[in-house]
């Protein structure tokens, strides 16, 4: 089993620059992939970013490219959200996740939640 534990968010003022960060503790040997997600109120929740774990490959939802940053540190086991530049429309709990031995997202953070005030 992996935990994955959140830290970083809170309420910020728009134009902020948080970290998030997520650490992994348990079986982090069977990790390759870890990601953020959001959940807006009232909506689903969407992707923001992923990266793998030996290439370092990254990719970004639309609404967060250019203004946010993921990056890994293997040794910590742990991936951060640079988040730059925010905006109202931020606002959301973000979930760490990363994928395990099985296809998909295995397993889920608790959540962190951020707030943007305008």
């Known amino acids: 089993q992996v935990q994955l534990v959140e830290s970083g968010g809170g309420l910020v003022q728009a134009g902020g620059s948080p970290r998030l960060s997520c650490a992994a503790s348990?079986?982090?040997?069977?990790?390759?992939?870890m990601a953020w997600f959001r959940q807006a109120p009232g909506k689903e929740r969407r992707f923001v970013s992923y990266?793998?774990?030996?290439?370092?490959?990254?990719s970004y939802a639309d609404s967060v490219k250019g203004r946010f940053t993921i990056s890994r540190d293997n040794a910590k086991n742990t991936v951060y959200l640079q988040m730059n530049t925010l905006k109202p429309e931020d606002t959301a709990v973000y979930y760490c996740?990363?994928?395990?031995?099985?296809?998909?997202?295995?397993?889920w953070g608790q959540g962190t939640q951020v707030t943007v005030s305008s």
């Open positions: 348990g079986h982090t040997f069977s990790i390759n992939t």
């Open positions: 996740a990363a994928t395990g031995l099985r296809s998909g997202y295995e397993y």
């Open positions: 990266i793998t774990r030996r290439s370092g490959t990254t």
